[in-house]
Nanobody, 127 residues
Framework: QVQPVESGGGSVQAGGSLRLSCAASVYTSSSYCMGWFRQAPGKEREGVALIDSDGDTDYADSVKGRFTISKDNAKNTLYLQMDSLKFEDTAVYYC?????????????????????WGQGTLVTVSS
C-alpha cells in the first residue's frame, strides 16, 4: 500500500505559521475528497479541513480564517497552510484520503468519507 509522506510540522510560537505537506502519490489527483485531521494529547481525533476535486474547501470552525487547504495535482501533494497559530492547535496532524472509488465525481465531500493514512506530523505551538 502506498503511504503518504507528511512533513512540515515543528515547533512554533503562538502567532506563527507552518505549512504542512502530504505527498500522496496518485491519490491527490484521483481522489474526489481529501483532508486533514488532527489529534491533540488526550483528545479525540477531529477533522480540520477538506478539499474536493473541484477545489471547494471546508474548515472546522476552530481554524476557519487561519488555515488554508490546497493541493497541487501535478506534484501529487496536499497542503495545509496554518497561520496565526494558537496553543490549542498543538496536535499530530494527519492527511486523509477518500475511501470511495478514485477517479469518480461525487455529490459531496465530508470527513465521513475519509480515512487517516500516514504517520502524521507533530505541530507544537508554544504560548
Amino acid at each position: 500500500q502506498v503511504q503518504p509522506v507528511e512533513s512540515g510540522g515543528g515547533s512554533v510560537q503562538a502567532g506563527g505559521s507552518l505549512r504542512l505537506s502530504c505527498a500522496a502519490s496518485v491519490y491527490t489527483s484521483s481522489s474526489y475528497c481529501m483532508g486533514w485531521f488532527r489529534q491533540a494529547p488526550g483528545k479525540e481525533r477531529e477533522g480540520v479541513a477538506l478539499i474536493d476535486s473541484d477545489g471547494d474547501t471546508d474548515y472546522a470552525d476552530s481554524v476557519k480564517g487561519r488555515f488554508t487547504i490546497s493541493k497541487d495535482n501535478a506534484k501529487n501533494t496536499l497542503y495545509l497552510q496554518m497561520d496565526s497559530l494558537k496553543f490549542e492547535d498543538t496536535a499530530v496532524y494527519y492527511c486523509a484520503r477518500d475511501v470511495r472509488k478514485r477517479g469518480t465525481w461525487y455529490f459531496d465531500c465530508g470527513y465521513r468519507y475519509l480515512e487517516v493514512w500516514g504517520q502524521g506530523t507533530l505541530v507544537t505551538v508554544s504560548s
